[in-house]
């Protein structure tokens, strides 16, 4: 079923459209990423009862823990509850969330091992998402936005070729040396996924995207524009080509390559209507870079353990770094899973505080 075809209720909190759109809105929109996760006292408890994969593949949980941070705080949206390596099971990859170690693939990618990847079909075994999202959507009862979300080609060929996270994505940088086409066609595919994925998302109520390139750091800007760059711009591109296609309502899309300000301004000049920046830049660089587009960002996820006058400082220097105009707040990175409740609560009420 087509998003234009669904009817949800309306939207009553549009200030992330509004800063997209040009226009001012009535206070700076902030939302943070993983902000349905760890940090949250309900959310530890909900994981004593279910593992995580059977969140994100359970509808009503998925639904159930996307709320969670939006009852608890003021946020200017909701972000689906999923994970990046639900594309890489869909493709038929075992991935297991393991407690104290995060994510491991038991069998990495090989060169061998590329022809037993499956991507036919592979956004519709991940419909269990779209289900959340019309369920969320309808949830939400259109008190703020919802966000859908993937991640990009190189951070899924990572995960895939390194076995689980890495510190320097060695072996995985391996591949683009030694084994460029093989790598290349690796990528392709993983990009078809995420597009027909996104796309989907959108069909079932997704009112705006992100897609996280979380490795682009371990990447010279040589690499970055070789295997990283075209397959960023083609994602944007045939997702916005196909939504169009489709007679579906157009949505913002956000990219968030994160490490990656050595390629910001030509981040710039692929399409897309926000770009998320890191803790690592200093707001007015980015802005240099970037120009007129909307960014996203940066606080320093560590900077919510410092007091909260001191949040309220940080982030009024932030703003002033950004300016109040194409500006939409968040964090660099996403939260860890230990701040204090009241601090993420001051972080919020400091960017609503804001005169704009």
Not at 145 to 170: I, Q
Not at 182 to 204: A, C, F, G
């Amino acid at each position: 079923m087509m998003a234009s075809k669904l009817e949800f209720p309306k939207l009553q909190n549009d200030r992330i459209f509004k800063v997209i759109r040009g226009e001012k809105p009535d206070s700076l929109p902030v939302w943070i990423m993983r902000q349905a996760g760890r940090h949250l006292p309900e959310f530890r408890d909900f994981r004593k009862q279910h593992s995580f994969f059977e969140i994100c593949q359970t509808p009503k949980l998925a639904c159930e823990v996307t709320l969670m941070p939006i009852k608890r705080y003021d946020l200017d949206a909701a972000i689906i509850f999923s994970d990046i390596l639900v594309i890489p099971q869909a493709l038929g990859v075992t991935v297991e969330m393991k407690p104290e170690v995060g994510p491991v693939i038991p069998k990495p990618l090989t060169l061998d091992t590329i022809q037993d990847l499956n991507p036919v079909g592979a956004a519709d075994r991940l419909k269990y998402v779209g289900e959340a999202i019309t369920l969320t959507r309808h949830e939400l009862r259109g008190k703020v936005p919802l966000f859908g979300f993937s991640g990009a080609p190189w951070t899924l060929f990572g995960y895939m070729v390194e076995g689980g996270g890495s510190k320097t994505m060695s072996k995985a940088k391996k591949w683009l040396y030694s084994n460029p086409e093989e790598s290349k066609k690796v990528l392709d595919i993983l990009m078809n996924v995420v597009i027909d994925y996104l796309v989907m998302q959108v069909e079932s109520g997704a009112q705006i995207l992100q897609l996280f390139e979380s490795s682009a750091e371990y990447l010279n800007r040589n690499l970055f524009s070789k295997f990283v760059l075209p397959y960023l711009g083609k994602i944007n591109d045939e997702v916005k080509r196909k939504i169009k296609e489709k007679n579906l309502e157009p949505v913002p899309i956000v990219l968030f390559a994160k490490g990656a300000h050595f390629s910001l301004e030509d981040q710039a000049e692929l399409g897309y209507d926000v770009l998320g920046i890191d803790w690592t830049i200093q707001p007015k660089v980015a802005r240099s870079l970037t120009k007129n587009k909307v960014l996203q960002g940066n606080l320093d996820p560590c900077a919510l353990y410092a007091s909260k006058e001191e949040i309220e400082i940080l982030v009024e220097d932030m703003v002033k770094g950004f300016g109040t105009s194409n500006y939409i707040v968040n964090l660099g990175h996403g939260i860890y899973p230990d701040p204090e409740i009241d601090h993420v609560k001051a972080f919020i009420d400091a960017v609503h505080n804001i005169k704009v």
